[in-house]
């Protein structure tokens, strides 16, 4: 792109600060609050001819949101040229990363905001996070994880190599001498084995040595590429070529034998470095094998565009849109498109679902942020920026008009086992769904008990017609990397669908199930899981108060879906067990109390209705009159009692927020009664 193209985005007001690129695309941001959030919550599809319109003006966006956020004051260089987090009370030590697109702007503009900008980040970052082996901190810290000099680095080396021109001779030279020192020390000295850790710093590795090997013209680095390129094919699942490694150790095989994998670093930072190296060095071989890969992980995008991390070993990072941290998946599937058109549909997809979850110039790490109040961290626009600058250097404009082609999962139909995950993704209708018995569990030194959805939990819910109503949380929301994630406002109420029992003893849920046993089956009507399970503290310990097995069936039907909880044997003990069915909808839909049984929620494309065959609560809210329920054994709710049958409620429900995926949810108690009631039936229609 040259500054012709940016001019014409001049001129239609793109690059004004406070004129948003949605402009360019007849969109408002999907992100609002007030009482007309629900309606502005939700877009109408776009058509666009390509992934460039897209790139360009989430560049833009994102950069002048940077920029208004990055500090200074030239005589205090421990904060000159930072990018200060509205979120985080500390400064993000790979803010730096942000030179990248900054150059790219400066370059294609001529605008002198972006080459200062640039100038002065990378400034801040040879002040306060550059070490003497040449790498550079992840955080201020100078005892803090180093590993990520690899994506700094590879900024450095794209800023260089496309844009350096922007910069006078010596200050050309300078960077370029930087450049060296972080390749040629740490990483170097670092980097000898692409499995080190885990599996996304080796994967990006291949690919950044061979750029620094390009950029420096220094034969090491690109020997050192070949080396770590060799070992790429290992780490490939079968049969569906998923890449595996992200796990402690990388290699660590669960108690039902599966390897560990991630989803959201796989497609938004592994995927992309192979990718890039494959196409660099024209191997056809291991080209065939991404796209092979790339099918692969391409059946769990939804329709859309996020990426269904639900289940993933790192899903203490997932964002709905990808993992908080990482650059994102347009570089790899907007390059691939050529072997599977599908490919750029992804891309596409996904980049305006950033569009929708973007406000004020930052990424937000999930559509209700802006509902529910949560400020944005700096970490998702900056890291998300470079690709956005990738693919515009990587790609051509075209004339060329052509009509997209389906994701996978907006035209399958059935069930679909991905043994080597022992994960289900269904579909049957407008439905989408996602049922998770994986049990490889991330471990870290300092974080015990992290812990994603598994014990067979309906992980993802999907209607066509309304969007996403169920997305798991993790069971407990840790920050597993505390510097990289935020606190969690407020109640940590997860928002996976599931069993439970809380009393004196703990609380006792499905979703610590490591064993739990899931069969399905499909017809031309439905599709079935039916699910053993018991109910398990964090330390795997059951509770002997209660008969802790349970059956659950999920049926999904081309009109509704149909939940169904019961113990497993005969004894019908009440209170045994709650289920608990958190709706995802945002702050500003309204919320109707039909009777005591059933509830009502109205949505801009239409209304869930969610009814079961016993009354059930609202956490946390008012409820009919007849719903008793005894929270303190089971989920907490309240029983106010306050409202009868049939009344009206106005939407003034409290909704519970987790930072995993960045989704509000209104969430349904339902206790077992026991007695003559065998299982609870609770049924989700749309109409």
Request: charged share 20%; hydrophobic share 35%; proline share 5%.
């Given at each position: ?162 844009h350096g021109e922007v910069l006078d001779a010596d200050e050309k030279r300078a960077w370029e001498q930087r450049l060296d020192e972080a390749a040629g020390g740490y990483l170097f000295s670092d980097f000898r084995k692409i499995d080190f850790t885990n599996l996304n710093y080796g994967m990006t590795a ?146 305006e679902l950033l569009k929708r979850c973007t406000a004020d110039g930052l990424l937000h790490g999930g559509p209700h942020y802006v509902s529910h109040g949560v400020k944005p961290c700096i970490h998702h626009t900056f890291a998300h920026a470079k690709a956005m600058a990738l693919v515009l250097d990587k ?128 017809t031309d009507d439905q599709v079935r899981f039916d699910v053993t399970t018991t109910l398990q503290d964090e330390d795997r310990q059951i509770d002997d108060e209660s008969n802790s097995q349970c059956q659950l069936s999920y049926r999904i039907e081309r009109e509704r879906v149909l939940l169904t909880a ?122």
């Amino acid at each position: 792109m040259d500054r012709r193209e940016f001019a014409g985005m001049t001129s239609l007001g793109i690059l004004g600060g406070l004129v948003s690129a949605n402009k360019l695309l007849g969109t408002r941001p999907l992100l609002a609050s007030g009482p007309d959030a629900a309606s502005q919550n939700r877009l109408p599809e776009q058509d666009h001819s390509d992934m460039r319109s897209l790139a360009k003006s989430l560049l833009v966006d994102w950069c002048d949101g940077m920029i208004r956020r990055q500090t200074v004051a030239p005589d205090d260089p421990s904060a000159h040229g930072a990018l200060q987090c509205d979120s985080c009370s500390h400064i993000h030590g790979r803010c730096s990363d942000a030179l990248y697109p900054f150059l790219y702007l400066a370059n294609a503009t001529g605008q002198q905001k972006y080459l200062d900008a640039a100038r002065n980040v990378y400034a801040w970052a040879e002040n306060n996070v550059s070490r003497e082996d040449g790498s550079w901190t992840n955080d201020i810290n100078p005892r803090s994880w180093r590993g990520t000099t690899i994506f700094g680095a590879i900024a450095l080396a794209e800023a260089l190599h496309y844009h350096g021109e922007v910069l006078d001779a010596d200050e050309k030279r300078a960077w370029e001498q930087r450049l060296d020192e972080a390749a040629g020390g740490y990483l170097f000295s670092d980097f000898r084995k692409i499995d080190f850790t885990n599996l996304n710093y080796g994967m990006t590795a291949v690919y950044g040595f061979h750029l620094f090997g390009r950029v420096l013209n220094h034969a090491k680095y690109t020997e050192r590429s070949q080396q770590l390129a060799v070992r790429v094919k290992e780490f490939f699942t079968e049969p569906n070529k998923l890449l595996w490694g992200e796990g402690k150790p990388n290699d660590n095989r669960s108690g039902r034998g599966l390897l560990p994998v991630d989803l959201g670093y796989n497609v938004e930072e592994s995927l992309n470095g192979v990718v890039l190296y494959a196409l660099e060095v024209g191997d056809e071989s291991l080209l065939d094998l991404l796209t092979q890969s790339m099918n692969g992980h391409l059946e769990f995008m939804l329709p859309d565009g996020a990426w269904d991390n639900s289940w993933g070993t790192r899903s203490a990072k997932w964002s709905y849109w990808g993992s908080r941290t990482a650059d994102g998946c347009q570089p790899a599937f907007a390059l691939m498109a050529d072997r599977n058109p599908a490919f750029e549909t992804a891309a596409i997809k996904n980049a305006e679902l950033l569009k929708r979850c973007t406000a004020d110039g930052l990424l937000h790490g999930g559509p209700h942020y802006v509902s529910h109040g949560v400020k944005p961290c700096i970490h998702h626009t900056f890291a998300h920026a470079k690709a956005m600058a990738l693919v515009l250097d990587k790609t051509q404009p075209t004339a060329t008009k052509h009509e997209l082609k389906p994701l996978p999962r907006v035209t399958s139909d059935g069930v679909k086992h991905f043994a080597e995950l022992d994960v289900w993704l269904a579909a049957k209708g407008p439905w989408r769904a996602t049922v998770s018995a994986y049990d490889s569990i991330y471990k870290t030194k300092s974080a015990d008990h992290i812990q994603q959805p598994t014990g067979g939990s309906l992980a993802v819910l999907h209607h066509a017609q309304v969007g996403t109503l169920l997305a798991s949380s993790m069971a407990r929301y840790i920050q597993v990397e505390p510097l990289n994630q935020q606190p969690q406002p407020g109640e940590d109420f997860p928002l996976t669908t599931r069993l439970e029992r809380r009393n004196e003893g703990g609380w006792f849920t499905n979703l610590y199930d490591l064993k739990a046993n899931v069969t399905s089956n499909a017809t031309d009507d439905q599709v079935r899981f039916d699910v053993t399970t018991t109910l398990q503290d964090e330390d795997r310990q059951i509770d002997d108060e209660s008969n802790s097995q349970c059956q659950l069936s999920y049926r999904i039907e081309r009109e509704r879906v149909l939940l169904t909880a019961s113990p497993a044997q005969s004894d019908r003990q009440a209170n045994a067990f709650a289920l608990i069915v958190p709706i995802v909808s945002p702050t500003g839909e309204t919320v109707r109390r039909v009777s005591k049984n059933q509830i009502e929620i109205e949505k801009p494309e239409g209304t869930v209705v969610c009814k079961c065959n016993v009354p059930f609560a609202i956490h946390g809210g008012a409820q009919s009159s007849g719903a008793q329920s005894s929270g303190a054994q089971s989920s907490g709710a309240q029983s106010s009692g306050a409202q009868s049958s049939g009344a009206q409620s106005s939407g003034a429900q409290s909704r519970v927020f987790n930072m995993v995926p960045g989704m509000e949810a209104v969430p349904l108690v339902v206790e077992y009664p026991g007695g003559n009631v065998s299982e609870i039936q609770f049924e989700i229609s749309v109409s």
